[in-house]
């Protein structure tokens, strides 16, 4: 049984479709990197889930059952806008994000404390939400969302705002509760966190899902014709006439080659560009 099935999803706003007839399956006990521009769909697909919005065709399964206020509670949200309440005090608004997920009070607390330290949030405990930095806030609204211990979560740009350190221990954090059998969605921008995170993506293009699948079967299909280069200095080697495309990035250059290209011919370009710099 997988965690969530989509069967040919469709939702429409005044006439334009967001999300056109979508189907994925996202396993138990996997990371799902869930991708595409913005207005692509990606959001309206992640509310149908969690069951804020209907769609007007098709079905939705999570963990066999068809989505509701019930599967709803098994899920922990992080939506891209935050939905923190910024005149209640940070332990306060936790634990009353946690009581709306049946913990009772004390174990609430105790859990809040336990992640407040971990997320080194200990001192801002009594402060008003409103008071934390932006990188604060979504590490308060992470806790909010995992407090719970849900089988599914499903985060929302959880990166927006934290800086690498942050970063990298939300990561890990993420990888531990996939060990422990939580499955994960994950929505973001950032090809790198995907490529550290995820066990499989789907791509979502003008609502339309138009790849997805295990990202190491994927990476080795599209490979073949691929080149990452790192380096410093000047990119003339990549005008050579085997290279169809370049996608370029802070430290070199990802090129797409043409049909039938060797590599090692970009390889001695660049050699040979070096070399007579």
């Given at each position: 049984m997988g965690a969530i099935s989509l069967q040919n999803v469709t939702k429409s706003y005044d006439g334009v479709t967001a999300v056109n007839a979508v189907s994925l399956n996202v396993r138990e006990g996997a990371i799902l990197g869930l991708l595409g521009p913005n207005g692509a769909g990606k959001t309206s697909t992640i509310r149908m889930v969690m069951n804020i919005l209907i769609p007007d065709e098709g079905s939705i399964q999570v963990f066999g059952d068809p989505v509701s206020d019930d599967t709803?509670?098994?899920?922990?949200?992080?939506?891209?806008?935050?939905?923190?309440?910024?005149?209640m005090d940070v332990r306060s608004v936790i634990v009353f994000l946690a009581a709306l997920r049946g913990l009772s009070e004390a174990e609430a607390r105790k859990r809040a404390d336990e992640w407040l330290g971990r997320l080194e949030l200990?001192?801002?405990?009594?402060?008003?939400?409103r008071d934390l930095s932006k990188g604060m806030q979504q590490k308060v609204q992470?806790?909010?969302?995992?407090?719970?211990?849900?089988?599914?979560?499903?985060l929302d740009e959880p990166f927006s705002g934290l800086d690498p350190v942050n970063a990298a221990t939300i990561k890990d954090i993420m990888l531990e509760m996939r060990d422990q059998g939580s499955t994960i969605v994950l929505s973001t921008h950032l090809?790198?966190?995907?490529?550290?995170?995820?066990?499989?993506?789907?791509?979502?293009?003008k609502g339309h899902n138009i790849l997805d699948g295990d990202l190491r079967a994927i990476k080795k299909s599209y490979g073949k014709n691929t080149v990452r280069i790192e380096f410093t200095g000047s990119d003339g080697f990549l005008a050579h006439p085997a290279i169809a495309s370049v996608n370029r990035f802070g430290s070199g250059a990802?090129?797409?080659l043409k049909p039938a290209a060797d590599a090692q011919e970009i390889l001695k370009a660049a050699v040979q560009s070096f070399r007579t710099a």
């Open positions: 709803r509670r098994l899920t922990g949200y992080l939506p891209e806008e935050r939905g923190l309440y910024p005149r200990s001192d801002w405990a009594g402060k008003k939400v992470f806790i909010a969302a995992v407090l719970h211990k849900p089988r599914l979560m499903i090809m790198e966190q995907v490529e550290r995170l995820c066990d499989s993506i789907c791509l979502i293009n990802e090129a797409k």
